[in-house]
């Protein structure tokens, strides 16, 4: 980040979810805010968006192989870890809450996440059958209970062709919590409503 930049440095994680697309107008609106936005990717979220879209949004490189660089003789994603000022993954999907609550490391997102000391905001993203399981549940309870903040799901048309619980929570919403935990005083005006798990 520059020296004059004002911004937080954000960790916009993305998962291999169909909404993985609104995760680029997450990313261009922080950028513009801003905000110094790093973008790390699954290897299956690169299905729906290629890399190139967050790093011409974002002018940072995007990180998807947890071994592909080194910066200043730091592995990436402990520079990242060190450096950020919120985790957020929008669209996180069922895999991705479930690695976090076990531990798990074995991709750039899940190995930077263990290593990651900021706030983590979680943003799911999945079919409603998945969302209502219990192991998902029972992960996110894991999650909360470590000081996670989740926002949604949300109730709508998903793209499996289901009606039901699972949307993306809005762009807009995602934005708004970002914003509420990077400055804890604008919780003070307009709250929003953030779906509790269950």
């Known amino acids: 980040m520059s020296p004059r930049q004002k911004g937080k440095t954000i ?27 790093h973008v790390l990717m699954t290897r299956a979220a690169t299905r729906f968006v290629v890399p190139l879209t967050f790093h011409t949004l974002t002018k940072n490189p995007v990180i998807v192989d947890l071994f592909a660089e080194e910066r200043s003789g730091v592995p ?19 895999n991705v ?15 930077t996440a263990l290593a990651c000391r900021a706030p983590l905001l979680l943003a799911p993203a999945m079919n409603g059958n998945m969302w209502r399981h219990p192991a998902t ?6 999650l909360q209970e470590r000081g996670a903040k989740l926002i949604g799901p949300e109730e709508g048309a998903l793209a499996c062709g289901y009606e039901g619980l699972g949307r993306l929570w809005s762009v ?13 005083s604008s919780r003070l005006s307009g709250e929003r409503r953030v779906r509790a798990a269950g």
């Open 172 to 184: 807009e919403g995602i934005l708004d919590a970002a914003r509420k935990i990077l400055e804890p």
């Open 11 to 37: 960790l916009l994680g993305v998962t291999g979810s169909i909404a993985a697309y609104k995760a680029a107008e997450i990313a261009s609106a922080l950028a513009k805010q801003g905000h110094a936005v």
């Open 137 to 142: 549940q029972a992960n996110i309870r894991t």
């Open 76 to 94: 990436t994603h402990i520079e990242l870890a060190d450096a950020a000022d919120l985790l957020l993954i929008a669209p996180a999907t069922a």
């Open 97 to 111: 809450l479930a690695k976090l609550a076990l531990g798990l490391a074995d991709d750039a997102l899940s190995a």
